[in-house]
């Protein structure tokens, strides 16, 4: 298994979700000015971007794509909850809602009161809502540790800690007890040790 990476991406909830499922796994890092948008690379993930993960010639693109892929593809971990409708609820709305509200706001955009309708977000008042009314009352977002806390609560992580998301008690509350997961500092110090590379 391949897994093109760049340590300062996405790839860092990939890497997580490797460590987590005990993948045996090569690492291809790829710089964003030259070797992503190879040709080579291209004809890989024709967006030229990472993460992707490359099995026995499939292609896996998007990290909550492959967050879903290897938790079903290793059941022993543990990581693809009994609940199949609550994952795949916070597995898309980490890609859609929470992203696009993250995203939106970094470049300053907030959809007016009567635009949010339009938005599939509608609001960061209603992204921050939804994550901490749940989390208010459950541990993690399907009940046990799952691929989702690793998708989702990778974005928690990422933006309590540049400010992408506002402050909360309750989102710094999940984090502390998901952040202290041995397959995260063995992820965390494989990426570290490349940034700079």
Request: proline residues 5%.
């Amino acid at each position: 298994m391949k897994f093109y990476t760049n340590p300062i991406s996405r790839g860092r909830i990939v890497r997580w979700m490797l460590e987590e499922v005990g993948a045996d796994y090569e690492t291809v890092v790829l710089d964003y000015a030259t070797t992503m948008k190879s040709q080579d690379y291209l004809a890989i993930n024709r967006m030229g971007k990472v993460p992707t993960l490359v099995h026995d010639g499939g292609v896996v693109t998007e990290a909550a794509a492959i967050c879903l892929w290897l938790a079903e593809a290793y059941p022993a971990a543990g990581l693809m909850p009994a609940d199949r409708g609550a994952l795949y609820r916070w597995m898309f709305f980490g890609a859609g809602p929470l992203e696009q509200a993250v995203v939106n706001g970094s470049f300053g955009w907030v959809p007016e009161a009567k635009a949010e309708g339009r938005v599939g977000y509608g609001s960061m008042e209603r992204v921050m809502a939804t994550l901490t009314e749940h989390l208010e009352t459950h541990d993690h977002f399907c009940g046990t540790f799952s691929a989702a806390d690793v998708y989702v609560g990778s974005q928690i992580g990422w933006g309590l800690r540049f400010g992408s998301l506002p402050a909360h008690p309750v989102l710094q509350a999940y984090w502390d007890r998901i952040s202290t997961r041995p397959a995260l500092a063995r992820a965390n110090a494989k990426d570290d040790a490349l940034v700079g590379r």
